[in-house]
């Protein structure tokens, strides 16, 4: 075998040979000794161009990606294998949140990534949720999407919203929450999506500052809604929302939600505006808010989906 002397070519040719390996050649490459480490980690600072998903869910996964290609690492039990047998696979399973944070901690060192993704299901590593969130708190995380079936983790729940930061989006997918279940929403994500909002009072959502909202099954009523729209046009709350959207009771929210100063929507693309938006909005009825500022925003409302959608210009 010949060996190809990489790091006698001029810094140039070197660049070019790095720029053609992917992401899994590179962290290879890495592990060869603490200069070609070094090397390959400051050639990825200036070409910072991966992206990465880590999921803390039955997948146990990381993927890399590069425009349309994407590798992806997983780990799994080889149970047929190797006759593993049933301690043995716990012991594997403890340690698992472990390895995948480790391995990401190495990739990061050699790639200069940040998290573009991360999948959190609360039931898979139950025992160990803490522990996964004080490592989250401390990475640069893009979106993040969390999931639980049941409310046994719900403290763990709560202490992942306060501890984390999330740049762009924060959904939350989980199902269920004991009866005074209450958590903060961290504040600086520029998206966010709860499938089950119910432990939102009108209140906390007052206190929202995110730009994108979207709440199904809120306990929000039709009222207060028509108290935070009012509180919008007044510059009280919510003044850097963009869009929002929640679901109302049916065809008789719109007289109680529009109960304050409204015109029909001045915007003639509004269906497509909306479109552009929102995942399905076939909205029935526009019209266009007027904010104490001279900001302007469009409303409208979804019948057979029983849903209140909001956008501002
Ligand atoms: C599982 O592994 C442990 C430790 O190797 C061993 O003591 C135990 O007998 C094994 N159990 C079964 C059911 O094979
Ligand atoms: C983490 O969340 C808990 C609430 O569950 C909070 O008491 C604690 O102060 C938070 N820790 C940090 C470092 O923000
Ligand atoms: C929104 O959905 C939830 C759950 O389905 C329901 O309890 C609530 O009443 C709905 N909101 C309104 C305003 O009707």
């Known amino acids: ?118 999948y959190f299901h609360l039931d898979s590593f139950p025992n160990q949720n803490k522990l996964i969130t004080d490592w989250l708190g401390v990475q640069a995380i893009d979106n993040i999407k969390i999931g639980n079936v049941d409310e046994e983790t719900n403290d763990d729940l709560k202490y992942l919203g306060s501890n984390i930061t999330v740049k762009e989006k924060f959904m939350l997918t989980t199902s269920d929450y004991k009866d005074d279940f209450q958590m903060e929403i961290p504040t600086m994500s520029s998206e966010i999506l709860i499938t089950n909002s119910r432990f939102i009072n009108f209140e906390q959502f007052l206190r929202l500052k995110n730009p994108h909202i979207a709440f199904f099954r809120s306990l929000v009523t039709d009222q207060e809604l028509n108290k935070f729209l009012k509180s919008w046009m007044a510059c009280k709350s919510h003044l850097s929302l963009e869009a929002f959207e929640i679901n109302v009771s049916g065809p008789e929210a719109m007289e109680i939600i529009m109960d304050l100063p409204h015109e029909e929507t001045a915007d003639e693309n509004a269906e497509e505006t909306f479109k552009k938006k929102f995942n399905n909005p076939v909205v029935e009825n526009w019209f266009d808010i007027k904010r104490c500022d001279g900001n302007v925003a469009t409303v409208g409302f979804r019948y057979d989906k029983h849903r209140f959608f909001m956008l501002t210009r």
Not at 46 to 53: E, I, L, N, R
Not at 54 to 64: G, K
Not at 87 to 110: R, W
Request: aromatic share 8%; charged share 25%.
């Open 1 to 118: 075998m010949t060996t190809f002397p990489l790091f006698h070519l001029p810094l140039v040719a070197m660049e070019h040979v790095l720029c053609m390996m992917n992401p899994c050649e590179l962290i290879d490459l890495s592990g060869v000794s603490t200069r070609v480490h070094r090397t390959v980690a400051s050639f990825s600072r200036t070409k910072s161009k991966f992206q990465v998903v880590i999921a803390f869910t039955e997948e146990r996964r990381i993927s890399i990606s590069v425009g349309d290609e994407c590798w992806t690492l997983r780990w799994t039990e080889k149970k047929s294998e190797v006759d593993k047998n049933v301690s043995e696979t716990n012991q594997f399973s403890k340690h698992l949140p472990k390895i995948l944070m480790g391995a990401y901690n190495y990739i990061k060192d050699v790639l200069k990534c940040q998290l573009h993704l991360v």
